[in-house]
């Protein structure tokens, strides 16, 4: 299920982009920003999809390269943060669609940090034939980092779910024509395992501490009223971007689902809350939490109240934003509130709650941070 790699749309329109009191970055010239968590001592992590082929110095070139990059955000609560990059010579891939490579990024309690990377080896490979091996096997993976170096998880997400896809490719449900296929995008760490939100299957999976993975659950294309005298037809495709535990202790689950916002032009993107102990994989409609959202990119918990990052509000080269869902007391999705408007971000990407209060995401994320014609990537932090 191919989601325009990732989610990653390159955005050639000049944008002009408006200030707002609201958003200020903290960051600055960075190659495709994409995850963000918090550690220890309130440092934000910032994960960066890379320059894919490229040199480092003249922005993204096509194909497979060692440009991925994670890096770290101190001093937010000075004037002038600083940013650093920790780990640098990750896997990155630029296709005409945009760049992938280290996307989603978790931190727990104690600093351990997870970083999922983009697409599979046998994807990377297959279009990619003369690539290293090791380049390659990067690819998918969970990866664990450290200051300074890095090491592969036991865990290869990437093949997993395209070995799976494509042993479902003829279930009714699977989208025609598009499996086998897997694009890992969001990690969520929790201390026994993990969760990682699959753009490419369009899974949510489960990954154990001893490595092995788990289809928890299936996210179906969404039907639309679109055939012949209004028939329901599947439109390709949902897209997993983001995966919260709530305080109730399920999944809540964000959809890209660009498909359905521009067939339709109106807000398709779906929130869903999962139970993690379901052994029934297909999702369905007593799954929705929330709807009528713009194609969502991040997603989270603060606060008492559900955060979603939508990539743009009213088609491709308009601004995004940052939409508060207040909870009701019975745990259903209550009000919304818009939280960054004003045209201030621009295709922004995953979310993080700042110990401060403020939220935090990656703005201009599908921009390389070598861009001397226009925004480079960045990390800003939104006021509510």
Not at 219 to 241: C, E, F, H
Not at 283 to 303: K, M, N, Q
Not at 358 to 365: G, K, M, P
């Given at each position: 299920m191919r989601s325009p790699s990732l989610l990653v749309v390159l955005i050639l329109t000049c944008f002009t982009v408006a200030a707002h009191s609201q958003v200020t970055p903290v960051a600055s010239g960075l190659n495709n920003p994409r995850g963000l968590a918090f550690g220890p001592g309130g440092v934000l992590y910032v994960s960066e999809a890379g320059l894919g082929a490229g040199n480092g110095e003249g922005g993204v070139g096509l194909g497979v390269g060692f440009t991925g990059s994670v890096g770290v955000i101190e001093d937010l609560s000075s004037p002038h943060p600083s940013f650093r990059r920790l780990v640098t010579g990750l896997a990155s891939w630029a296709q005409t669609t945009g760049v992938v490579g280290p996307d989603g990024v978790s931190v727990l309690g104690n600093g351990n940090i997870k970083v999922i990377m983009a697409e599979s080896t046998s994807a990377a490979r297959a279009q990619n034939p003369d690539a290293s091996p090791e380049l390659l096997a990067e690819f998918g993976r969970l990866l664990k980092v450290s200051h300074g170096r890095y090491w592969k998880e036991a865990a290869d997400v990437g093949d997993f779910d395209f070995r799976w896809a494509g042993e479902n490719a003829d279930q009714p449900w699977a989208p025609v024509?598009?499996?086998?296929?897997?694009?890992?995008?969001?990690?969520?760490?929790?201390?026994?395992?993990?969760?990682?939100?699959?753009?490419?299957?369009?899974?949510?999976?489960?990954?154990?501490?001893?490595?092995?993975?788990?289809?928890?659950?299936?996210?179906?294309?969404?039907?639309?009223?679109?055939?012949?005298?209004?028939?329901?037809?599947?439109?390709?495709?949902?897209?997993?971007?983001?995966?919260?535990?709530?305080?109730?202790?399920?999944?809540?689950?964000?959809?890209?689902?660009?498909?359905?916002?521009?067939?339709?032009?109106?807000?398709?993107?779906?929130?869903?809350?999962?139970?993690?102990?379901?052994?029934?994989?297909?999702?369905?409609?007593?799954?929705?939490?929330?709807?009528?959202?713009?194609?969502?990119?991040?997603?989270?918990?603060?606060?008492?109240?559900?955060?979603?990052?939508?990539?743009?509000?009213?088609?491709?080269?308009?601004?995004?934003?940052?939409?508060?869902?207040?909870?009701?007391?019975?745990?259903?999705?209550?009000?919304?509130?818009?939280?960054?408007?004003?045209?201030?971000?621009?295709?922004?990407?995953?979310?993080?709650?700042?110990?401060?209060?403020?939220?935090?995401?990656?703005?201009?994320?599908?921009?390389?941070?070598?861009?001397?014609?226009?925004?480079?990537?960045?990390?800003?932090?939104?006021?509510?």
């Open positions: 024509g598009q499996f086998p296929d897997a694009n890992p995008y969001a990690v969520l760490s929790l201390p026994s395992h993990q969760y990682i939100a699959d753009a490419g299957s369009n899974t949510i999976d489960e990954v154990s501490e001893d490595g092995s993975v788990r289809i928890l659950a299936y996210v179906p294309n969404p039907l639309l009223a679109l055939g012949p005298g209004g028939a329901l037809v599947p439109v390709s495709d949902s897209v997993p971007t983001c995966v919260a535990q709530g305080p109730d202790g399920f999944l809540y689950v964000g959809t890209l689902a660009f498909g359905a916002n521009l067939a339709t032009g109106t807000a398709q993107s779906i929130v869903y809350r999962i139970n993690p102990d379901s052994t029934d994989i297909l999702i369905g409609d007593e799954d929705v939490w929330a709807t009528g959202f713009h194609p969502i990119t991040g997603c989270g918990f603060s606060g008492g109240a559900f955060y979603v990052t939508e990539f743009f509000t009213a088609g491709f080269g308009t601004p995004g934003d940052v939409i508060r869902v207040e909870l009701n007391p019975d745990g259903s999705a209550g009000a919304r509130t818009t939280l960054g408007g004003g045209g201030a971000l621009v295709a922004p990407n995953f979310f993080a709650a700042g110990p401060d209060g403020a939220i935090y995401v990656s703005n201009f994320s599908t921009f390389p941070g070598t861009n001397a014609t226009g925004p480079v990537g960045q990390v800003v932090r939104v006021a509510q």
